[in-house]
């Protein structure tokens, strides 16, 4: 069963990262309120960023990478600077300590 990974802008600025097989039905979930409690408090949301996997456990998989990811990245990953990744990954780290 294919999977998707996504990442949805909200009205504060805040991201919000899911995973899901049906791209469209969750989208219209979250932005009829019925999506995650994140989005939910910060309508209306905008579909920024997703990926397609061949099956759903790899999109969770991905999901679940990219929660760990600072806003600065994932505006890169969204803007397609996959060559700024593995330093904010790195900066990243140093902030945290």
Partial sequence: ????????????????????NDLDRRL???????????????????????????????????ERQIHGWSHTKKEALIEGRNGDLPELAKSYGRKRR
């Fill in 1 to 20: 069963m294919k999977g998707f990974v996504y990442i949805l802008l909200c009205i504060d600025g805040s991201y919000y990262t899911g995973s899901t």
């Fill in 28 to 62: 219209e979930e979250h932005q009829n309120g019925k999506g995650a409690n994140h989005t939910r408090k910060r309508l209306p949301v905008e579909l920024v960023y997703f990926e397609e996997y061949d099956r759903i456990d790899e999109a969770y998989y991905r």
